[in-house]
């Protein structure tokens, strides 16, 4: 009798993708669904989220949300791949976003340790301003380091354009977001 091979797990992936462990990015299915699945949660806290705010901004303004945060969802991941095409990488695009999107629920949690370790710090009469510093930089240093993380392992990169990678995909997702509201300002 032949062994039926291990379930993937989500949640085991993210675990070991969170503590910076490649094989955590065997947890997730490199498939189109795989994707999907990976937007579902996302997509649907926006969705939630912008028919509660629609309430008070009413419904034009809650669309209009709703675009934006579609925008700041897809946008990198759009960027993404057409950098790692660029670079030669388009074949691990699928397997690196899957891991990203997923990834992206290991950061509040990250926070919330960080935001306890303050606590501790200003119980022990740490300075506000040191505690404050120091908690941004433990959240920005862990999101820098686990995209980059991310970045070398899915797509296989070396550190310099694991870099121009990251940093690509975020700006060109931001200018995504900016852009059109310029524009919008200047014709007006």
């Known amino acids: 009798m032949s062994e039926a091979p291990p379930r993937r797990s989500v949640i085991r992936g993210i675990y070991r993708l ?34 509660l705010l629609a309430v008070q901004i009413g419904f034009m303004g809650g669309v209009q949300l709703l675009l934006v945060f579609v925008v700041a969802l897809l946008g990198p991941l759009v960027v993404g791949e057409a950098v790692a095409t660029k670079m030669g990488r388009g074949e691990h695009w699928l397997r690196y976003a899957i891991a990203f999107n997923w990834c992206q629920w290991a950061i509040p949690v990250v926070g919330l340790l960080a935001v306890m370790g303050a606590g501790i710090l200003a119980v022990l009469g740490a300075p506000e301003g040191f505690v404050r510093q120091m908690l941004r930089m433990v959240i920005l240093g862990y999101v820098l380091a686990l995209y980059l993380f991310l970045a070398r392992q899915g797509l296989g990169l070396r550190w310099g354009p694991a870099v121009a990678f990251v940093v690509a995909m975020h700006l060109g997702g931001g200018l995504l977001l900016v852009v059109p509201e310029l524009l919008i300002q200047v014709m007006t």
């Open 18 to 51: 969170a503590r910076f462990r490649p094989e955590g990015f065997a947890e997730f299915e490199p498939s189109r669904q795989g994707f999907l699945n990976s937007l579902a949660p996302p997509l649907g806290l926006m969705l939630v989220a912008c028919s």
